[in-house]
Nanobody, 123 residues
Framework: QVRLVESGGGLVESGGSLNLSCAASGTISLIRTMGWYRQTPGKERDLVAFITPGGSAKYADAVKGRFTISRDSARDSARMTVAMQMASLKPEDTAVYYC?????????????WGQGTQVAVSS
């Protein structure tokens, strides 16, 4: 079992900043990537950003230059905490943000999800 504990989010005015954090723990052989997806009502869950244990990051075009994802310095591929700094927020960033960990256990790989945290940006 993999547990993802999220924190952060909330309400901010347009142009403001928020931070999200997510800690992975549990039965993990290897974390392949960790990151964030977001979802609004009636739409699919979309990738925001992810990072590898080695620190390589990928961002959705919509957030490049505004969001920064980072990982803790422990360099443990079976335990990982990621943080995402969100700056210059726009109303269209409003969504439920879900932490995702793509994990390998016993030769099987799949996604694990956090419970989601609301980010709301007022215009």
């Amino acid at each position: 079992q993999v547990r993802l504990v999220e924190s952060g989010g909330g309400l901010v005015e347009s142009g403001g900043s928020l931070n999200l954090s997510c800690a992975a723990s549990g039965t993990i052989s290897l974390i392949r990537t960790m990151g964030w997806y977001r979802q609004t009502p009636g739409k699919e869950r979309d990738l925001v950003a992810f990072i590898t244990p080695g620190g390589s990051a990928k961002y959705a075009d919509a957030v490049k230059g505004r969001f920064t994802i980072s990982r803790d310095s422990a360099r443990d591929s079976a335990r990982m905490t990621v943080a995402m700094q969100m700056a210059s927020l726009k109303p269209e960033d409003t969504a439920v943000y879900y932490c995702d960990a793509y994990v390998r256990n016993c030769g099987d790989e799949h996604d694990w999800w956090g419970q989601g945290t609301q980010v709301a940006v007022s215009s």
